[in-house]
């Protein structure tokens, strides 16, 4: 089996990555299934060194998991260890925030699509739901990036209060003021420009470059506690670029938890 950076499992680590590999209702291009795998494969070809950070992320320790594809389990895992989610596609979001079950808990979502739509190819339980879903249990939801979304979305995020950055320009402090003491961060890589990162499910133009997000990550960390992430709907081709970026990007929070 892959394991992230090909280290070995340490017994303390403090750090567990979770490949999911969930694929059911994909809208456009398939292949998120494969997401994980690549994103493990790629992670190989990291530097140990972060020289941003001026750390070696890897010595606090991290673990790969066994693959896990039933959302029922997802919702049922027990750990105090702080857990990285590799989609798969975006609906896994959903049984990871349920298990969390804490108190001042804001979602943080990265992503070109609201993901707001009440059902969608007639599935409630759809990628392009899983926002509506997760906001039926918790409205502490604030989304940077989202460029893409129909008027039925935009009428549930005013009715609803949620908080939405649209597009690519934001003002990060005003980004944390939206957020509870504890968060949980999603990250759609179509929050990324395609020029960034283009494998994915259903990329969306004008996005976000890889600075923008891991400055906004960085301070994010540093000012709540960040309970848990996943990062979602990798769609690898023969381009290892996304694979890398993808690789790098998880990495980076691994750095920002340290």
Not at 90 to 95: G, S, V
Not at 189 to 207: Q, R
Request: charged share 25%; aromatic share 8%; net charge neutral.
């Amino acid at each position: 089996m892959e394991t992230f950076m090909n280290l070995p499992n340490f017994a303390e680590s403090k750090i567990l990555i979770l490949p999911v590999p969930y694929e059911k209702t994909t809208s456009y291009k398939k292949g998120t299934i494969n997401g994980p795998n690549a994103i493990l494969k790629a992670s190989n070809e990291l530097e140990l060194y972060d020289y941003e950070l001026k750390l070696e992320p890897y010595i606090i320790g991290i673990a790969t998991l066994k693959p896990i594809i039933d959302l029922k389990k997802l919702e049922n895992i027990k750990t105090n260890k702080f857990l990285i989610a590799l989609g798969g596609e975006h609906t896994i979001t959903l049984p990871l925030i349920k298990r969390l079950n804490q108190e001042d808990l804001s979602i943080l979502q990265l992503d070109a699509h609201a993901d707001l739509k009440d059902s969608f190819e007639g599935k409630k339980l759809n990628h392009a739901c899983v926002m509506h879903r997760i906001s039926e249990f918790n409205k502490n939801i604030t989304q940077v990036g989202v460029r893409s979304l129909d008027k039925d979305e935009l009428s549930f995020i005013k009715k609803n209060k949620i908080n939405t950055f649209f597009g690519n320009n934001f003002d990060i402090k005003k980004i944390i003021k939206t957020l509870k003491k504890n968060v949980y961060i999603t990250i759609d890589l179509d929050v990324f420009d395609p020029s960034v990162l283009p494998d994915v499910g259903t990329p969306e133009p004008n996005g976000l470059q890889f600075k923008q997000v891991t400055d906004l990550l960085e301070e994010v960390f540093k000012k709540r506690n960040v309970v848990g992430c996943d990062i979602v709907e990798l769609c690898p081709s023969n381009n290892i670029v996304s694979d890398y970026t993808a690789a790098k990007l998880v990495y980076k929070i691994i750095g920002y938890k340290n």
